[in-house]
């Protein structure tokens, strides 16, 4: 294993010379996140990430530390990395583009499109650990599946064997096993966590196009957003450039690590099948592309519409669970009661993770590969954040596309 034992390099080039060569500069002239993440830097806890703030056209980028830290290979925002499962809010917008196109509900029944689904048994506990079929009574919706109150396991048995997330079969396949094992509760009536669920989802999209899923959402979001970085096969040469995984905890040095079991290599044979629940690879570039087309309402900054405000505003950037059953929209996590206050957006298993407020037009993007964490470091963060949102700013030589059309 490689031992990290001191990262930080104390010049301030070093913590942004990986982000000059892109479009997304510091154009803050602030070091928040550079200064609170420097002891874990040099301490070796925090091998490199990729933090961004940005407040209404002012943002501050810091590329911290290092992608590969025996290497000395810096971190940019152009380095690939697994989102796990932000890929959900992926999923999302691809849905919402068919509800505003009227080619899906949110109430539809699932079975409209997946007949398998027409019928299914919730495994109910008995006496002396055994179990009981009942039917379900309420019907299973568009909506249920993807907020995670459709009452599936949050991966299928068998997912580690077939190699984690990417799991080595088609969506479709993955909907049809769902379809044949019990589920937990009637749907619409709890909230349970699902990668399963969000590949129903996408599975419905494809009946609905006709098209593979990851073809339909490169074709609508990706390519038009410009996301040139972001696919379920990352290349050789990209995997050459990832951000590499490490073991962290606290007052300890990260240690590398091949993989994690969710996870497992190869990245990008033909046995690697697109999974919508957490599968899509990804560079921090590419994902203030996406976010920023959330928080601009459904406007990319280049100028290109993924979505109508209104959509935006309904149907993703708050909950569409019932009251009681905690925030969370389509594959994203949203305020029950939307307010000025609220961010949605969405995190993934190796600690990545970026939300948005529509409202002030506001962003807040992590993006590393851990296994672990470092509470003292987020909290040291989230000062950072508490005081780049609190600054004064000055946005009026802001010449980026700010605006918002219908």
């Given at each position: 294993m490689k031992n990290i034992k001191s990262?930080?390099?104390?010049?301030?080039?070093?913590?942004?010379?990986?982000?000059?060569?892109?479009?997304?500069?510091?154009?803050?002239?602030?070091?928040?996140?550079?200064?609170?993440?420097?002891?874990?830097?040099?301490?070796?806890?925090?091998?490199?990430?990729?933090?961004?703030?940005?407040?209404?056209?002012?943002?501050?980028?810091?590329?911290?530390?290092?992608?590969?830290?025996?290497?000395?290979?810096?971190?940019?925002?152009?380095?690939?990395?697994?989102?796990?499962?932000?890929?959900?809010?992926?999923?999302?917008?691809?849905?919402?583009?068919?509800?505003?196109?009227?080619?899906?509900?949110?109430?539809?029944?699932?079975?409209?499109?997946?007949?398998?689904f027409e019928n299914l048994w919730i495994a109910s506990p008995e006496s002396k650990g055994e179990l009981r079929l009942v039917k379900a009574k309420n019907t299973l919706t568009v909506r249920h599946v993807m907020n995670h109150t459709g009452g599936f396991p949050f991966e299928l048995p068998n997912y580690h064997a077939m190699g984690g997330w990417s799991r080595r079969m088609p969506l479709r396949s993955v909907a049809a096993v769902a379809a044949a094992l019990p589920i937990k509760f009637e749907p619409g009536t709890r909230a349970s966590y699902s990668n399963v669920g969000i590949d129903i989802g996408a599975a419905v999209v494809e009946v609905v196009t006709g098209k593979r899923w990851e073809d339909f959402l490169k074709e609508r979001v990706l390519d038009p957003l410009g996301?040139?970085?972001?696919?379920?096969?990352?290349?050789?040469?990209?995997?050459?450039?990832?951000?590499?995984?490490?073991?962290?905890?606290?007052?300890?040095?990260?240690?590398?690590?091949?993989?994690?079991?969710?996870?497992?290599?190869?990245?990008?044979?033909?046995?690697?099948?697109?999974?919508?629940?957490?599968?899509?690879?990804?560079?921090?570039?590419?994902?203030?592309?996406?976010?920023?087309?959330?928080?601009?309402?459904?406007?990319g900054e280049n100028g290109a519409r993924i979505l109508k405000e209104r959509t935006v505003k309904e149907i993703l950037a708050k909950s569409t669970r019932p009251k009681g059953l905690g925030g969370y929209s389509l594959g994203l996590t949203a305020p029950e009661v939307d307010s000025e206050e609220m961010w949605f957006g969405h995190g993934g298993a190796w600690g990545t993770n970026c939300s948005v407020n529509w409202h002030r037009r506001q962003l807040k993007l992590w993006a590393v590969q851990s296994c672990g964490n470092l509470k003292s470091m987020h909290k040291a963060r989230r000062k950072a954040e508490d005081e780049f949102f609190r600054m004064k700013i000055d946005n009026s030589g802001v010449d980026a596309y700010t605006g918002r059309m219908r």
């Open positions: 990262l930080f390099v104390c010049a301030a080039a070093a913590f942004f010379a990986g982000c000059a060569s892109t479009e997304a500069l510091n154009n803050s002239g602030t070091d928040f996140a550079a200064k609170a993440l420097a002891p874990y830097l040099e301490s070796g806890e925090l091998p490199g990430a990729v933090n961004v703030f940005y407040n209404d056209g002012v943002q501050e980028v810091a590329c911290l530390g290092y992608a590969d830290a025996e290497k000395r290979r810096p971190i940019t925002l152009d380095s690939v990395f697994m989102q796990c499962s932000q890929t959900k809010g992926f999923c999302g917008v691809t849905i919402a583009i068919l509800v505003e196109e009227g080619k899906i509900g949110l109430d539809d029944p699932v079975s409209k499109y997946l007949p398998e996301m040139k970085s972001s696919s379920f096969w990352p290349t050789d040469a990209q995997l050459a450039g990832k951000i590499e995984m490490y073991d962290v905890n606290e007052a300890t040095p990260a240690k590398w690590r091949s993989e994690n079991p969710s996870m497992a290599r190869p990245y990008n044979d033909d046995r690697v099948f697109a999974s919508a629940g957490a599968g899509l690879w990804t560079t921090a570039a590419d994902q203030l592309k996406f976010y920023k087309m959330l928080m601009n309402l459904g406007m």
